[in-house]
């Protein structure tokens, strides 16, 4: 067995170098060879995506899945979607990113106390990996959270993500049963060990279309994690 990677680069590195699981590494470089026709000229990135933020940060924003269009083409965390076009500026608003718009791994996004990764590194057709997916992937969530040695806040977008995270809380023997959490949005739910699990619905479309989740309802879940990671108040 390989040993455990030294620094969250060195994690990310083997991230991208995944191939643990042969449908969602056959459907990403699918869909980075073939494109959509709106994306014609970029070059897909067509990998696991590595997570994005800042090394040191309190906060750890967990969604599903990379987008086919979104993630599976920029490369980064909720970048070129219109999940990302949501988060981004609400981050942005909290004062917890340097701009509101995520275009690209070269944009100049910056985060400051926020890392954002996901239960699910590649690309899955219809957004819905298997079980066996999920758990496939669940080793490089375990070794980000012990690297994250500042956590202090857990925010997870949507019921996969909530349940993900409870999955390896358990692996880490830190809860008994997921019975104590029920997901619901902006649920704020105090973990042995110093976090604090958030829960948020997912800024799909399919919720922000049709008003489940509104920016006042998502900048409310953001300006409390900064607040419980005691990073000061948002910005006016």
């Not at 925010?155 to 358990?170: E, M, Q, S, T, Y």
């Not at 958030?198 to 922000?208: F, I, W």
């Amino acid at each position: 067995m390989a040993a455990s990677p030294r620094s969250l680069e060195d994690l990310n590195a083997r991230i991208v170098a995944c191939d643990r699981c042969p449908r969602l590494r056959a459907y990403c470089a699918g869909v980075a060879q073939v494109r959509r026709r709106a994306y014609a000229d970029w070059e897909y990135w067509g990998k696991p995506v590595p997570s994005f933020g800042d090394p040191q940060a309190r906060i750890l924003v967990l969604g599903l899945a990379p987008g086919a269009h979104g993630s599976n083409r920029t490369g980064r965390p909720f970048t070129g979607d219109g999940s990302g076009d949501f988060l981004y500026p609400v981050l942005y608003d909290a004062g917890l990113a340097s701009q509101p718009k995520a275009i690209s791994r070269d944009d100049g996004m910056k985060l400051n106390g926020v890392w954002i990764n996901s239960v699910v590194r590649c690309a899955p057709p219809a957004n819905k990996p298997t079980p066996e997916e999920l758990r496939t992937c669940a080793p490089w969530l375990d070794e980000e959270m012990r690297l994250l040695n500042h956590l202090r806040v857990v925010v997870c977008l949507g019921k996969i993500a909530f349940d993900g995270f409870l999955n390896h809380r358990l692996r880490a023997g830190h809860i008994s049963s997921r019975a104590a959490f029920p997901f619901r949005h902006a649920a704020e739910y105090p973990l042995p060990g110093g976090l604090t699990l958030m829960a948020s619905y997912h800024p799909s479309l399919q919720n922000t279309n049709t008003g489940k989740l509104t920016r006042p309802m998502f900048l409310a879940v953001f300006n409390r994690a900064r607040e419980l990671a005691e990073l000061g108040s948002a910005p006016v």
